[in-house]
């Protein structure tokens, strides 16, 4: 699969390139990929775009560092096992030096041992092999081509360096399982040894090497033309640490395989609270080798907050390495337009996108707060945000899955007490307990209140609040929101949804503080018939819908900074105040229950909504965004839905049409919402299966 093309890249171009140099980046690692230049073996290359996004980069002051392969294995008609991958990298690198002789610093191959693993040991990627003998074939293929890349290049630029990426890995286990971890300690140094030209009989994987069928003269080109790395990239994530267990019943049945001698889990460190971290792996790397280090890939798959105090333990390890002398010249952030479907390994559409510095997922690429924290510490060296104050999961006791027998490590969730809290407002509500959920669980300090705590239709009580609790954001989750009432009781509706927003946008405005309102798919007619977009004109048809358009042009006059989101007909595991859980109580009680086929909608998963509004607000998007599930269904269907997931029988459910349901306010028949900014949630059938699952665990 073709990230690349997905990023929209080639259709910014010089664009993306003078954004990323806004970041006060020094270095900027930047693919010219063989299989793209010279997909067939005799192509004649078009050089076009990588000159010009080069030249920009050059022009930029920016050092490029050029990756000749990133995934895999090279175009269709390079081979692993007969040479051809090699020798046609390395004649692939001298074009590329010869095109740009001005760039000195090269990756021909990245991560050339988690490559192989993939291609030869897994069988995830081409040549798909699995077994330990391709694994370690495809493994030389790669670090020789990697050296003839290398003296190609330095035949047109004698001053040419290598910066050699690999995962940097570690795995700990049971006393039992020792000399399997310590077999998995030595395979991980095994690229860069190759490469410089240490795997000769000294080396204490030899006996090993030869017993799997490779032959010493395997080695001699290593020994001949040895390339130690100019500089380590180190690439380092989360999950590269391992814990290897003989102790099988305390773990998944997939985490479970073998050696041929024991039967073992493999799992990630930190969920039993073995990891070591970074600094910890970086000195080894150090140690062993005393070259120049860069940490040359840093990222972590996780809400916002999390992925900003990812980076600063990354960047706060190096800087206590480089105080104890250690030569570490950089972290890297990566990867600046996200990833897509990384997940599956790239082996099938999964349809998930990680964000990095810019969400891309619309064609007008959004900065993430990302973008924040990396022009922060390339310019001053440290970064300040309130959310910044909670400590990372990998640090918290959430982050143990599997409990050991030994003694727990010690945790601390919040660096200090003073931090600036966010605000709640709507105690009460499902929102408003919903965002006290997560945001516990997210480490964000923050305060809920309610009506009793604070009048938002009041200013001068709104500016007391403010006063005594001090708040980076204010959430507001409060609403009026009984559809028929309100049309019965239109003021009401409109102090608490209309006024209510407006006094606090204002107010926030004032005081330089973020806010984020609510608004509803009720502010459309239904006449589109296609999803409702941000920037489709409003037009209510009953007095709730009416409040909420005026909120969404109050909130906004007062405050173009403000974030609202619309949303359409939530529902959530952990109150019992919504249709899904309505439907389900009813089929369980045998009662009778009734919902409109003729009204299609686009439910939201309310953890799902918060979570997303967080990630909004930590990243400072402003003005109008659709958020609900991916999807569109019936309010009957729904009901449907929720009998055939819980097993229960529907004989006394009813579909109806919608004047049918005696509503006293008009309602559209169709608001199904999506959005042109390009920020998706995960579609219904998803949400309803974690719904469930979620109810499966609240049972227990």
């Known amino acids: 699969m073709d990230q690349l093309m997905l990023s929209g890249h080639y259709n910014r171009g010089s664009e993306d390139i003078s954004r990323f140099a806004q970041l006060g980046i020094k270095a900027l690692r930047y693919p010219v990929l063989w299989e793209k ?156 040894d190759i490469l410089s030209g240490n795997v000769t009989p000294k080396h204490k994987l030899w006996d090993y090497l030869l017993g799997v069928g490779l032959t010493k003269e395997d080695f001699t080109f290593f020994a001949e033309n040895p390339c130690p790395p100019d500089v380590m990239g180190i690439n380092h994530y989360i999950t590269s640490e391992r814990w290897l267990d003989e102790r099988i019943e305390k773990y998944p049945e997939h985490t479970i395989g073998g050696n041929g001698y024991h039967k073992y889990a493999d799992v990630e460190a930190v969920r039993v609270g073995k990891n070591q971290g970074p600094e910890v792996l970086l000195n080894e790397v150090w140690e062993r080798f005393h070259l120049p280090i860069a940490v040359t890939e840093v990222h972590l798959h996780c809400t916002r907050e999390e992925q900003l105090r990812w980076v600063e333990y990354i960047w706060d390890a190096a800087q206590n390495l480089q105080a104890k002398g250690v030569d570490i010249r950089a972290i890297t952030a990566w990867a600046l337009l996200g990833s897509f479907d990384w997940c599956s390994l790239l082996t099938k559409p999964a349809g998930i996108y990680e964000a990095g510095l810019y969400d891309v997922r619309s064609f007008e690429r959004r900065p993430t707060a990302l973008t924040k924290i990396i022009k922060s510490l390339a310019e001053k060296g440290s970064y300040e945000h309130p959310v910044m104050n909670g400590a990372g999961w990998w640090n918290r006791p959430v982050a143990i899955q599997y409990p050991l027998d030994e003694v727990s490590p010690t945790f601390k969730n919040q660096k200090s007490t003073s931090v600036k809290p966010l605000v709640v407002i709507g105690k009460t509500g499902t929102l408003g307990k919903a965002f006290s959920r997560i945001l516990e669980f997210r480490c964000i300090n923050h305060i809920v209140l309610g009506r009793e705590d604070v009048d938002i239709s009041n200013i001068a009580d709104i500016e007391r609040m403010i006063d005594q609790y001090k708040p980076w954001a204010i959430i507001n989750t409060a609403g009026y929101v009984k559809v028929d009432e309100a049309e019965n009781e239109p003021d009401n509706c409109f102090l608490v949804n209309s006024i209510a927003p407006k006094h606090l946008a204002a107010v926030c405005k004032k005081h330089g503080i973020q806010f984020v309102t609510y608004s509803s798919d009720l502010v459309f007619d239904g006449k589109k018939n296609n999803p409702y977009l941000e920037s489709d004109r409003v037009s209510p048809l009953n007095i709730y819908g009416q409040s909420k358009a005026m909120a969404e042009e109050n909130v906004l006059t007062n405050d173009p900074q403000a974030l609202i989101i619309r949303t359409s007909a939530f529902f959530g595991p952990w109150d019992q105040y919504n249709f899904v859980h309505n439907a389900l109580k009813s089929f369980k009680n045998e009662q009778t229950f009734v919902a409109p086929k003729d009204v299609i909608i686009s439910p939201t998963y309310v953890p799902d909504l918060v979570n997303t509004s967080l990630d909004l607000l930590i990243d400072e998007a402003h003005g109008i965004w659709n958020i609900s599930n991916r999807g569109s269904i019936s309010w009957a269907m729904l009901a449907t839905e929720v009998a055939k997931r819980s097993r229960y029988d529907p004989r006394n459910f009813k579909a109806v049409t919608l004047s049918e349901m005696d509503f006293i306010a008009s309602r559209p028949n169709y608001s199904v919402l999506t959005t042109e900014k390009g920020f998706e949630l995960p579609n219904l059938d998803n949400a309803l299966d974690r719904f469930f699952k979620e109810q499966e665990m609240l049972a227990v």
Not at 50 to 76: C, M
């Open 37 to 192: 230049h010279a997909p067939a073996k005799d192509t004649v290359i078009d050089w076009t775009f990588s000159s010009e996004r080069l030249n920009d980069i050059k022009q930029a002051g920016i050092q490029p560092i050029v990756g000749l392969v990133h995934h895999g294995s090279g175009p269709v008609y390079a081979d692993f096992f007969n040479g051809s991958f090699a020798e046609g990298l390395g004649e692939f690198a001298g074009k590329v030096a010869e095109q740009f002789p001005w760039v000195e610093y090269y990756t021909p191959v990245n991560e050339p041992l988690t490559t192989a693993r993939f291609c030869g040991l897994y069988g995830h990627w081409y040549p798909h092999k699995a077994n330990t003998l391709d694994f370690f074939k495809i493994l030389l293929a790669e670090c020789k081509g990697t050296i003839l890349a290398m003296q190609a290049i330095g035949k047109i630029n004698p001053n040419a360096k290598l910066v050699q990426t690999e995962d940097l890995s570690k795995t700990h286990s049971t006393p039992l399982l020792a000399e399997q971890a310590n077999f998995e300690n030595k395979r991980r140094w095994l690229s860069f």
